[in-house]
């Protein structure tokens, strides 16, 4: 299983937005086998006076597929309007 950090940033109508796409482990104590599994999420932030709006998620998704997260996060790079809505 290998770990996934994709980071970018967009421009969309004269504002600045972080695209992270990562790699994240399922910890729940009462299921033994979820030290093995894997989700990705991919988050999206503003960025403002060069600070990034941690606390103001812009969008927001989770795949069970690595290839999956790669592919939107692709995706949000090449067209931001499709997926931030403002």
Known sequence: MKNLELKNVVKL??????????????????????????????MVFEIIDDEVQYHKVIFNERYNMR????????????????????
């Open 13 to 42: 109508d004269g504002r600045e937005f972080l695209v992270s796409t990562i790699s994240m482990h399922i910890r729940h104590s009462w299921f033994s086998d979820d030290l093995k599994k894997i989700v990705y999420e991919t």
């Open 67 to 86: 290839d999956e997260a790669i592919a939107e996060h692709s995706a949000i790079i090449k067209n931001p309007e499709m997926f931030l809505k403002l």
